[in-house]
Nanobody, 124 residues
Framework: VQLQASGGGVVQAGDSLRLSCAASGGTFSTYTVAWFRQAPGKEREFIAATAVQNKRTYYDDAVKGRFTISRDNTKNTVNLQMNSLKPEDTAVYYC??????????????????WGQGTLVTVSS
């Protein structure tokens, strides 16, 4: 399955953005889908995931309560609603698919297909 992330942009602190990850050549229905982000000079870090095996969602503490991951099965997309954005949220955001066990859901090496990334810039 090929992925394409979109929806990034330049916003001010406190604003909202909605990222979308679209799939082609397959569907999300049999995959866990996750969002990661990578800031300049830093490693890729886990943000959120929607697990296929139990239909639950998982978040990093840094975004819990501000970001929401959701599946739109009719459009074959997985969205990331980002509210109350902070300058430290500035990064390239990537979506990935895989079939990790729950305990490994935040590991980037558990995902084997990635979109090209979309840049989010939050100014103070």
């Amino acid at each position: 399955v090929q992925l394409q992330a979109s929806g990034g942009g330049v916003v001010q602190a406190g604003d909202s953005l909605r990222l979308s990850c679209a799939a082609s050549g397959g569907t999300f229905s049999t995959y866990t889908v996750a969002w990661f982000r990578q800031a300049p000079g830093k490693e890729r870090e886990f943000i959120a995931a929607t697990a296929v095996q139990n239909k639950r969602t998982y978040y990093d503490d840094a975004v819990k309560g501000r970001f929401t991951i959701s599946r739109d099965n009719t459009k074959n997309t997985v969205n990331l609603q980002m509210n109350s954005l902070k300058p430290e949220d500035t990064a390239v955001y990537y979506c990935g698919v895989g079939r990790p066990i729950i305990s490994a859901i935040s590991r980037s090496d558990m995902y084997y297909s990635w979109g090209q990334g979309t840049l989010v810039t939050v100014s103070s």
